[in-house]
């Protein structure tokens, strides 16, 4: 089975390429980050006549999470528990084939020590203390998404550019780093290991071309799941097309 993680920076733009690209690589599941539209204008018919199950959670302009299925989807869950209505849209999880499937769009923060970077460092600690209490080490459990972290040096195009800025503060990837400390793998690093390959690069100063990017894009398993994880990469090409997101999908194949 396949899993597929994508900011697609709004469906409503992108929802032919999210097409042409699954057509393209019989992806099974594909979680989906920022599709900036509210519940009522999301393309649920287009996506179903397409062949997927979708379960989803949006606002207007911003934010926005949804998981596309070729399997059904199961006990889904919709924000932390104790979200309100009116909090952001970030997190959504379902049950796919017996895989706990958390896809997030983690907090980006704006810039350091604002209350926008508090608030993704809490809700950090927030994602951490929900795998405590709901979900098994044992079990098949992945985490996807847009994490705006990028965890380790490998995973910056410059360490001197980017030492202490967002994104590559300490504290987030100690905030991040806790999160994995859960019981998670990295599958794209185990599976690729010195491997530097980044999933986003900024729209501005021709970044793409030059490759200087981030990886900021993550599935991350529990250890039994990631023993039957065979492959996991991260597909350039969607960068490259005509009005692009500015991040690009990461896959993992996992043999169930």
């Known amino acids: 089975m396949k899993i597929a993680t994508w900011n697609v920076n709004s469906i409503a733009i992108r929802l ?21 539209c509210t519940d009522e204008k999301f393309p649920l018919a287009a996506i179903n006549d397409f062949g997927y199950e979708a379960a989803f959670m949006g606002q207007k302009s911003y934010n926005g999470v949804a998981i596309l299925s070729k399997y059904p989807l199961a006990d889904v869950r919709k924000n932390f528990a ?57 079990g098949n459990v992945l ?21 202490g800025k967002l994104h590559f503060s300490k504290p987030e990837r100690a905030a991040i780093h806790h999160v994995k400390q859960w019981g998670f793998t990295d599958v794209f690093r185990e599976k690729n290991g010195n491997l530097q390959e980044f999933s986003w690069w900024n729209y501005r100063e021709g970044a793409f071309p030059k490759n200087q990017g981030l990886r900021i894009d993550h599935i991350w398993t529990s250890r039994p799941l990631a023993d039957k994880c065979v492959a996991c990469w991260i597909d350039r090409e969607p960068r490259g097309w005509e009005r692009p997101s500015d991040h690009t999908p990461v896959v993992a194949e996992f043999d169930l």
């Open 16 to 36: 032919e390429a999210v097409f042409k690209w699954l057509e393209q690589t019989e992806t099974d599941v594909l979680c989906l980050q920022e599709t900036k």
């Open 82 to 138: 104790d979200d309100g209505d009116d909090a952001p849209k970030r997190l959504i999880a379902a049950t796919v084939n017996g895989v706990r499937i958390v896809n997030t769009y983690i907090p980006n923060g704006t810039e350091l020590w604002t209350d926008k970077f508090t608030f993704k460092l809490d809700w950090l600690q927030r994602l951490r203390r929900m795998f405590d209490e709901d979900c098994e080490k044992t």
């Open 143 to 163: 985490l996807c998404g847009d994490f705006n972290v990028a965890p380790d040096e490998l995973d910056v195009w410059s360490v001197k550019a980017w030492e």
